[in-house]
């Protein structure tokens, strides 16, 4: 039941975070802590081809949040 919970939570988080990112780079930030928690939800069910999507959304998100924290620098 708790790792049921632990999913539901994350997911919602992600979601609600990839929502919000037009707002600001720290919603970017959240979204990637958002896919990684899904990925380890993913692992932690046994679900590793979610998983590992789930890694490789966390990496694109973090590499967006690099890009836009550093975009924002150089102005």
């Known amino acids: 039941m708790a790792l049921t919970t632990y ?4 997911l919602t988080f992600m979601m609600v975070m ?3 990112e037009r707002h600001g780079s720290i ?3 959240a979204f990637a802590v958002g896919c990684a928690m899904s990925s380890a939800y993913g692992f932690l069910v046994g679900a590793w ?3 590992i999507v789930e890694a490789i959304w966390t990496i694109i998100a973090v590499h967006r949040y690099w890009g836009t924290t550093h975009e924002k620098a150089a102005l």
């Not at 999913?7 to 994350?10: A, D, L, M, Q, T």
């Open 49 to 51: 081809p979610f998983g």
């Open 18 to 20: 990839y929502a919000l």
């Open 27 to 29: 919603f970017v930030f």
């Open 7 to 10: 999913g539901i939570i994350s």
